[in-house]
């Protein structure tokens, strides 16, 4: 992963799509990087098996009221983690 490679300690992930979620988890665990996903509650309780399997996986994973648009502006206003941002060149 190209957070390893940067010398990054975590991964924070939102996203719609379930098995997105999980395979970061599992990258994440395999590469010792801590990992948070931010979820909409909505899809947490359609997608119980795979926020079990994340947990499981060591993953922090973080409801937020609402659904992925929701989660994903709460994975951005958080200030909790380093972010990366690509130089415009």
């Not at 010398?7 to 395979?23: D, E, F």
């Not at 994440?28 to 997608?47: H, I, P, W």
């Amino acid at each position: 992963m190209i957070a390893k490679r940067m010398g990054m300690k975590s991964v924070v992930a939102a996203t719609g799509a379930g098995q997105h979620r999980v395979a970061t988890a599992a990258a994440c665990a395999k590469l010792s990087l801590e990992c948070t996903v931010f979820m909409g509650t909505s899809d947490m309780e359609k997608q119980s098996s795979n926020v079990l399997l994340m947990k499981l996986l060591g993953t922090e994973v973080k409801g937020v009221e609402g659904n992925f648009k929701d989660a994903s502006s709460q994975a951005i206003r958080d200030d909790e983690w380093e972010i990366y941002r690509q130089p415009i060149t």
